[in-house]
């Protein structure tokens, strides 16, 4: 079972209505009890970082993150459930993230429409299980105006928009990608089944 953790913001159903056309079962959900006993969990998100992450401390739902990950779960992080996983977002301030994956949330460049919203292609880094199978310069949906900065060895995707930016970070069971697999067409199905299969 793969449980979508719900702390009131983010496109959820989406993302368990594309798990369910894929054959998974997949469940939204708040309740710590339910979110530890899945075999594999999604952090989704669309908002503000600052909101999210404090209703997610607020509902104590990143205690069980830690625990999922500690037990070596699948662990994917979705746009904003993607950017908390990391150490800081300067969104509308600076604020403290789940510190998972070494890295900070910085804003796109000023040179470029704010949000990014549409389509780009995805440069693959390195080997992912999650991009298996996909091709060449495989395109994905995007929609934000903040993005992953690290000096790590995680990085596992960037896209250019109007500089080259870090878009998809994998470290052992944890996850991260900034664009919408749900909403990337049989691209993005394949990335979620990717997952699934883990």
Not at 86 to 102: A, M
Request: glycine residues 10%; aromatic residues 10%; charged residues 25%.
């Amino acid at each position: 079972m793969i449980a979508i953790i719900d702390y009131g913001m983010g496109n959820l159903r989406s993302v368990q209505k594309a798990f369910e056309f894929l054959g998974f079962e997949a469940v939204i959900t708040d309740d710590p009890k339910t979110i530890e006993a899945a075999d594999k969990v999604v952090l989704p998100g669309v908002g503000a970082f600052c909101d999210a992450i404090k209703t997610i401390r607020e509902k104590e739902i990143d205690k069980v993150i830690y625990k999922i990950v500690a037990q070596k779960k699948p662990f994917l992080g979705i746009c904003l459930g993607m950017q908390m996983m990391f150490d800081k977002s300067y969104e509308n301030g600076e604020y403290e993230g789940l510190g998972l994956i070494p890295g900070e949330i910085v804003r796109l460049p000023d040179s470029e429409k704010i949000p990014q919203i549409g389509w780009n292609s995805l440069d693959i880094k390195m080997r992912n299980p999650l991009f298996q199978g996909l091709g060449d310069e495989p395109y994905v949906y995007f929609v934000h105006s903040y993005h992953l900065k690290t000096n790590a060895d995680v990085v596992s995707a960037t896209c250019f928009y109007g500089k080259e930016i870090q878009v998809a970070a994998q470290k052992d069971n944890i996850f991260a990608l900034q664009f919408h697999p749900e909403k990337s067409g049989d691209t993005g199905l394949k990335i979620l089944e990717n997952f699934g299969r883990l």
